[in-house]
């Protein structure tokens, strides 16, 4: 019989799930609308639909589910207690996701922050695949991180470390939805792209996606290639720091901006060189990589987490 464990991984719009093998490979998957105005109750009670989907699945083919791995956004103790929540996530702080789901299922539940997931997954089968001691990071509405240490996600004193998109790079710079200034990810991440690339059009009207910015920079537009060379620089920042407090093996980066590969991280790389000392990211000792396994990422790591969980 196929032993399998279920992977999850709760965005703020979909939730991604899949049954996930010993040798990584996913033998089923799924999507459906996170529909999280419904609040704790209801995105509890979406995650109970989802496992019973596959405890039926499982029932009716050669499947033996193991448990469940369930990568989700904001700060997780170890004991999967939700201690901080994103507002695309209402209600979700303050719950011990574990617990919630006994009455829904008798499958062991374990939770990790979804970058740690990320992070998990590209150690397992991704550009992390036989590494240790390296930072893996995804760009998107914020910035989140994670290192891998020992095999597994630093977690510091209480589960929250790889808060990196919180290190300030700007004193008294551009306000954050976490109440500071300053921080990194209101230059870096995806969303302070669309908010500071108009500032750079030169006064004409700018409305582009950022794939559309990367679009005409391939082509040699000016503006959007100097909007490029500045986000660029702007990641370059954050992963210098981090790179002088934690001399990592290698950087990997993922969210849907990796996906510009060699356009942009050959960029992010020759800024990173400039802004560190020497030794610290000379190449090819330290890699700067996108990312391999997308958007089933969250989903893989999760189910990676419980077959390190259940292990003997």
Same mark, same amino acid.
Not at 18 to 23: Q, R, T
Not at 300 to 310: F, H, N, P, Q, V
């Given at each position: 019989m196929d032993r399998v464990a279920i992977g999850i991984d709760i965005g703020g719009t979909y939730i991604k799930s899949?049954? #996930?093998?010993?040798?990584g490979r996913v033998r089923e998957q799924n999507s459906t609308p996170t529909e999280a105005a419904g609040g704790k109750a209801g995105l509890l009670g979406k995650l109970g639909q989802i496992v019973h989907g596959y405890e039926r699945m499982a029932a009716e083919r050669p499947f033996e589910l193991a448990g469940i791995g369930i990568g989700t956004a904001g700060y997780v103790t170890t004991s999967g207690l939700i201690g901080s929540a994103t507002d695309n996530l209402p209600g979700w702080q303050g719950t011990c996701v574990p617990s919630e789901l006994k009455t829904h299922t008798s499958l062991p539940v374990? #939770?990790?922050? !979804? #970058?740690?997931? #990320?992070?998990?997954?590209?150690?397992?089968?991704?550009?992390?695949?036989?590494? !240790?001691?390296?930072i893996c990071l995804t760009l998107g509405t914020g910035i989140g991180g994670c290192l891998i240490t020992g095999g597994e996600p630093y977690r510091g004193r209480n589960g929250y470390a790889g808060a990196y998109g919180h290190q300030t790079v700007r004193m008294d710079g551009q306000a954050c939805t976490c109440g500071l200034r300053g921080c990194w990810e209101q230059y870096a991440s995806v969303t302070a792209l669309k908010r500071w690339a108009p500032e750079m059009a030169d006064g004409a009207e700018w409305s582009q996606t950022p794939e559309n910015i990367f679009a005409q920079a391939r082509e040699g537009h000016e503006t959007a290639l100097r909007i490029v060379e500045r986000y660029a620089e702007y990641v370059a920042v954050g992963i210098a720091n981090l790179i002088h407090s934690l001399n990592p093996t290698a950087i990997v980066i993922g969210g849907a901006i990796s996906a510009q590969g060699e356009f942009l991280f050959g960029r992010i790389r020759r800024h990173v060189r400039r802004l560190t000392l020497h030794g610290f990211a000379d190449e090819p000792e330290l890699p700067i990589l996108p990312a391999e396994l997308g958007n089933m990422a969250g989903v893989?790591?999760?189910?990676?987490?419980?077959?390190?969980?259940?292990a003997p």
């Open positions: 899949g049954l #996930v093998g010993e040798d374990f #939770v990790e922050n !979804d #970058v740690n997931a #990320v992070a998990i997954g590209e150690r397992w089968l991704g550009a992390g695949r036989g590494r !240790d001691g390296f893989i790591g999760a189910a990676r987490r419980t077959w390190m969980s259940i």
